[in-house]
């Protein structure tokens, strides 16, 4: 094992340690917003209203609930602060990845955040969140804190009901019968999902553009990533509390930790930043130090466990396949003793992929095994930064030069202008 494998290994047995350490315990909080006196950044601190109303953006804030109840926040920025033309048409909704919210898209500032990027092209611009992240913490019937059966999801859920929602939604609100999609990550993932599972979703999208899809998880270089979805690939059968399903959530020990920390300047320049590495690679001076102490304020932003395990079940099978049940609930379910693997040919809009070479998540290969998988690919495009990473396509200072021009070429390409 090399010198950094043998540091990896430490941090994850000291995460383990925490992890068991917390099962049982309720470490959920609300943030005391009277905090300036520990040196809080402000927009750590700030919802997704509040963030864009910090830079003179009118967001509003919409409620979604899903055919299975759950109860879900989406914003909605109609017009860029900067925009001083028409609205193009048709609207755009932009998907966060896993442990993120729609927050991770305002966290690196209105010159390189990608909600205000596109919103001041003049796009109509809709943030989505999905059931299990602190914007999608609530249903009509399940209490979270109390409800196992709340966290008893995965990415599959999101894909098949929550997108859809907001599809819907967006239509009905809008006027329109289609829409732009971008998503980052497990936004691309659900995407993939919803168009394999759902009949007549994937004819409502004109383009979809996916930022690092994860889809097939094959060659994640994480170790940390690697290691911890399959831990609880292993482990999430025996979970059974609430306390112990809901993972990662903000305001639980692992959050509150890492903003307490990160909101150091000098912590945050070097323990944050080593911590971002040791999860994701290393692209020098790419995410801003201020950044970083703005982002551990809303990340990690929570999920089940077993969405987790399902990552680590698809890495582990090395297929983009559905949640292993094992034989005999697989037969039962699916009618046969494998999980059917997610039919990509059903995603026969437009797709767009951007990808680095040096993102450790999701691998360039598994981007270019996805790419072959796909009718009607428009474009594989590997960013020219051979340094970027995963986490870069959410916060790095530099996605306003590095992505923001391939996506805007592409939403363009499939808008028209429309009213003032």
Request: proline letters at 5%; one cysteine or more.
């Amino acid at each position: 094992m090399t010198p950094n494998g043998g540091y990896v290994m430490s941090l994850l047995f000291l995460f383990f340690a925490i992890f068991k350490s917390t099962l049982g315990q309720n470490w959920a909080f609300e943030i005391d917003k009277d905090t300036s006196s520990k040196d809080y950044p402000r927009d750590s601190l700030s919802n997704f209203t509040e963030l864009a109303r910090n830079y003179g953006y009118t967001a509003e804030e919409h409620t979604v609930i899903t055919d299975d109840g759950y109860i879900l926040s989406v914003f909605r920025i109609p017009k860029g602060k900067n925009c001083r033309g028409r609205i193009r048409q048709p609207p755009v909704l932009l998907m966060h990845g896993l442990l993120q919210s729609s927050d991770s898209w305002l966290d690196a500032g209105p010159s390189a955040g990608l909600a205000f990027l596109i919103s001041d092209a003049c796009y109509d611009l809709w943030v989505g969140n999905v059931r299990g992240t602190y914007y999608g913490r609530r249903n009509v019937r399940l209490n979270p804190d109390t409800d196992p059966q709340f966290w008893n999801f995965t990415s599959h859920e999101m894909g098949k009901l929550d997108v859809p929602a907001i599809i819907d939604y967006m239509l009905s609100e809008t006027g329109f019968s289609e829409l732009n999609y971008v998503g980052f990550s497990q936004g691309g993932r659900i995407f993939f999902i919803m168009c394999s599972e759902t009949s007549g979703y994937c004819d409502k999208i004109k383009i979809s553009i996916m930022l690092a899809p994860a889809a097939r998880v094959n060659y994640t270089r994480s170790v940390p990533v690697q290691l911890l979805t399959r831990f609880y690939a292993v482990i999430e059968p025996l979970l059974s509390s609430p306390r112990e399903l809901e993972v990662f959530q903000k305001g639980g020990l692992i959050q509150k930790v890492a903003s307490f920390f990160c909101k150091d300047n000098i912590l945050a320049g070097t323990v944050c930043r080593t911590a971002l590495t040791l999860i994701d690679s290393y692209d020098p001076d790419s995410i801003l130090t201020q950044t970083i102490r703005v982002l551990f304020g809303h990340f990690p932003g929570g999920t089940s466990a077993r969405n987790l395990a399902f990552y680590g079940q698809n890495g582990i099978a090395g297929r983009f396949q559905k949640y292993d049940y094992g034989p005999s609930e697989n037969f039962e379910l699916y009618g046969t003793v494998e999980p059917p693997l997610y039919n990509l040919n059903r995603t026969n809009i437009p797709v767009v992929l951007i990808y680095g070479e040096n993102d450790f998540l999701v691998d360039p290969k598994d981007v270019q095994w996805l790419s072959s998988q796909l009718p009607n690919l428009i474009e594989a495009y590997q960013v020219r930064r051979l340094t970027w990473t995963h986490f870069d396509n959410c916060y790095s200072q530099y996605t306003n030069v590095i992505i923001f021009p391939k996506i805007h070429e592409y939403l363009q390409k499939y808008s028209k202008d429309g009213c003032v």
